[in-house]
């Protein structure tokens, strides 16, 4: 074991948990669209061919059914197979493999087999990727029992997490936002270096706001969170990492504390990740509550090409800051 | 099949015509490429290089007929006489574009010319053609449906139930499939264990040709040959149109998965010189009007991009309309 940590960006920190986990587990094996010579649209996989070879690093036709499907499967036969969709927006062409077969195997065969897959999802805007390109499904999965839903927002929870994910025995899918590959921080070396499903994390303290944040969003929260201590309004930055399961217990005692919630997340509005927490607080934490809950997300509407479009409707750290101030 | 000769329906006008449009497109993307950085998308697909698979397939069509594209969407838009200031707005993320901004490049379209629109989910363009060919049917218009896609594409599972269903119910569409060896990096000969991928059209019952993409006038051909058989009530047709993409597979891409010595050597076949030549030896055309066609290109090319630029952003305060035909309130941060 190591203390030693080093700064790397988020796709590299994917990458070293998945070169660790493939190097000490001859059942990891990876495969998706131009992951290898290629290295991903990304640049997460970059190398991976070279190190573990052909075999275990595999190029697949476009056909993200058989992607799936083929993880699922080699899943179900004990391997330990990581999937990436090239982008979550592809995610509709292979929900039967997911939803209908990953999610409800075990349950539905009493108990008899495990599914231990990883799904990798690069998600988000932030490209010019317009309505096809840019969106974010992660609540679309919570809505499925069966599966784990994994979304860090940083260097290294993302290699903590992948750990985790690619040790489950159970399918994970693990989202990675675009803009979340290029943030850097200091990354732990130590190849047991896990963290647990199910444990938010706090990034700031505070006694006024509790504003629950994913992905991207994290760092806008940060942004405005700093901001707002210049005016002495205290936040506390609340990053689940996990939607499902859900650390229910850090933020209902945030919110004990404060009396006041904001949620921000980049999903559109309705049925969203925010939907979702704002109705456990209200059914769980009603009584800590002096304001009403505001969630900031995005409108619901197809994610626009233009990029002065594109800004006018994802949450920003302005927004937030101004929203946490109307609360107050 | 000599097409060294011209098709005898085409008139000279007609024959130049085509060359005009290779060529803009040509143009077009290449002007893209240079000004990549001020559109700043990643997400742009040039078809350099292909010009002569849009362009044989659309003259085969009336303006009536329809066509769904690919991500890789420009030049099927220009074959089927989309306006270039509107293309290159869109690209450029404007209010003047043909999809006032909300789209960009891998999602033009041209609903007044029945371009259905390019997609940026590979393989979802046979699905939708389906309906429309099958609209066509019911309603006795007599009009046929052209669907483009690539080698990559045609790996996804959409495509073998478009086929199927289009072959069982003898729809009018004709699938134009753009083998150019590649999706994104990614070899076709690696992706599928076959080479010739019109085989797979034996299976669906339904003709399957394989055809010089490089030569405009042997897709107008074929297409020619399918159109006419699907208006006739006699179904799907799959044409395999073998090509090469030049350029990097977005203007971005650094492309290093394919060798110099293959680029060049398909290069050597270029579809513009190989129609030019013939343009020139049936003396079609001479070296004037080739210098002022080519000017002409660039010129309108030049202009476009004037357009785009004097073309204001797209209003904010309209990022919520257009959602829905009958408007909902949708709130709103
Ligand atoms: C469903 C889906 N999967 C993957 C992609 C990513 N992608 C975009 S273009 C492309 C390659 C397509 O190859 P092909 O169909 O041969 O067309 P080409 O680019 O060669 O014109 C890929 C993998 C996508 N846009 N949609």
Redesign the interface.
């Known amino acids: 074991m190591t203390t030693e940590t080093i700064k790397m960006k988020g796709s590299d920190a994917i990458k070293l948990a998945i070169e660790e986990e493939m190097e000490r587990d001859e059942s990891v094996f990876i495969m998706g669209?131009?992951i290898g010579?290629?290295g991903g649209a990304f640049s997460v996989t970059a190398g991976l061919l070279e190190r573990f070879g052909p075999e275990r690093v595999r190029?697949?036709?476009?056909?993200?059914?058989?992607i799936l499907g083929c993880a699922v499967g080699a899943a179900m036969a004990g391997m330990r197979p990581i999937a990436e969709v090239m982008f979550a927006?592809?995610l509709?062409?292979c929900m039967e493999m997911i939803v209908n077969q990953a999610a409800k195997a075990r349950y539905m065969y009493g108990g008899q087999v495990n599914v231990p897959v990883t799904i990798r999802v690069p998600f988000g805007t932030g490209?010019?990727?317009?309505?096809?390109?840019s969106q974010s499904f992660e609540s679309w999965f919570m809505h499925v029992p069966g599966l784990k839903i994994v979304l860090p927002s940083d260097a290294s929870d993302f290699k903590g997490l992948m750990k985790t994910a690619i040790r489950d025995n159970d399918p994970v899918m693990f989202f990675e936002h675009k803009r979340t590959y290029y943030y850097t921080n200091e990354v732990p070396l130590d190849k047991e270096f896990m963290i647990p499903f199910g444990q938010a994390r706090k990034f700031t303290e505070g006694d006024d706001v509790t504003i629950v944040a994913t992905g991207a969003m994290v760092q806008e929260s940060i942004i405005a969170a700093n901001k707002l201590k210049e005016e002495n309004i205290q936040c506390e930055v609340i990053d689940p990492r996990t939607l499902v399961p859900l650390d229910k217990k850090t933020i209902l005692g945030s919110i004990e504390k404060t009396g006041k919630l904001v949620i921000v997340d980049e999903g559109c509005?309705t049925c969203s990740v925010s939907a979702e927490i704002a109705a456990l607080v209200a059914e769980e934490g009603f009584q800590y509550l002096k304001r009403n809950i505001v969630r900031?997300?995005t409108?619901?509407?197809?994610i626009?090409?233009?990029?002065?479009?594109e800004r006018?409707?994802i949450?920003s750290a302005k927004?937030i800051q101004n929203q946490v101030k109307n609360l107050i | 099949m000599n097409s060294d000769e011209l098709p005898k329906e085409w008139s000279s006008e007609e024959s130049i015509n085509i060359y005009k449009k290779m060529l803009m497109i040509r143009e077009f993307e290449t002007r893209i490429t240079k000004d990549a950085g001020k559109i700043?998308?990643?997400?742009v697909h040039p078809y350099t290089g292909e010009e002569a698979i849009a362009v044989g397939a659309c003259a085969a069509i009336n303006e009536e007929d329809y066509i769904t594209s690919t991500h890789r969407g420009h030049g099927h838009f220009i074959a089927k006489d989309g306006d270039v200031n509107l293309l290159m707005a869109?690209i450029y993320?404007?209010e003047g574009g043909i999809?006032k901004?909300?789209?960009?490049s891998?999602?033009v379209a041209d609903f007044s010319k029945n371009m259905l629109g390019a997609?940026?989910?590979?393989?979802a363009g046979p699905p939708l053609a389906l309906g429309v060919a099958l609209a066509s049917k019911m309603r006795n218009e007599g009009k046929v449906v052209l669907t483009f896609f690539g080698d990559?594409?045609s790996?996804?599972?959409?495509l073998h139930e478009s086929m199927n269903l289009a072959a069982t119910w003898k729809l009018p569409v004709i699938f134009i499939l753009e083998n150019n060896k590649y999706?994104?990096?990614?070899p076709a000969q690696?992706?599928?264990a076959v080479e010739d991928l019109s085989l797979r059209a034996q299976g669906y019952g339904i003709k399957g040709v394989i055809v010089d993409g490089n030569d405009v006038i042997e897709v107008y051909k074929s297409t020619k040959e399918a159109v006419d058989l699907a208006r006739k009530g006699g179904g799907s047709t799959l044409i395999e149109c073998k090509t090469f993409r030049w350029q990097g597979q977005t203007t971005t891409d650094a492309d290093k998965?394919r060798s110099n010595e293959e680029k060049e050597e398909w290069k050597k076949r270029c579809p513009i010189e190989i129609y030019k030549k013939r343009l020139i030896r049936g003396e079609i055309i001479d070296q004037t009007m080739i210098k002022e066609i080519e000017e002409k290109t660039l010129e309108q090319v030049e202009l476009s991009v004037k357009f785009s630029k004097k073309s204001k952003?797209?209003d904010?305060g309209t990022?919520?309309d257009d959602?829905y035909k009958n408007p909902i309130d949708?709130?709103?941060?």
């Not at chain 1, 190029?59 to 058989?66: G, H, M």
């Not at chain 2, 997609?119 to 393989?123: E, H, K, L, P």
Request: proline residues 10%.
């Open positions: 669209e131009d010579q290629y190029d697949t036709p476009i056909s993200e059914n058989a927006d592809f509709c062409v490209i010019m990727g317009a309505a096809q390109h509005k900031i997300n409108p619901d509407v197809p626009p090409y233009a990029p002065n479009l006018e409707i949450p927004l | 700043k998308s990643p997400l869109e993320g404007k999809c901004g909300r789209g960009g891998m999602h997609n940026g989910i590979v393989g990559g594409a790996n996804q599972g959409m999706g994104w990096s990614t690696t992706a599928t998965y952003k797209p904010t990022v919520l959602i949708i709130g709103g941060n």
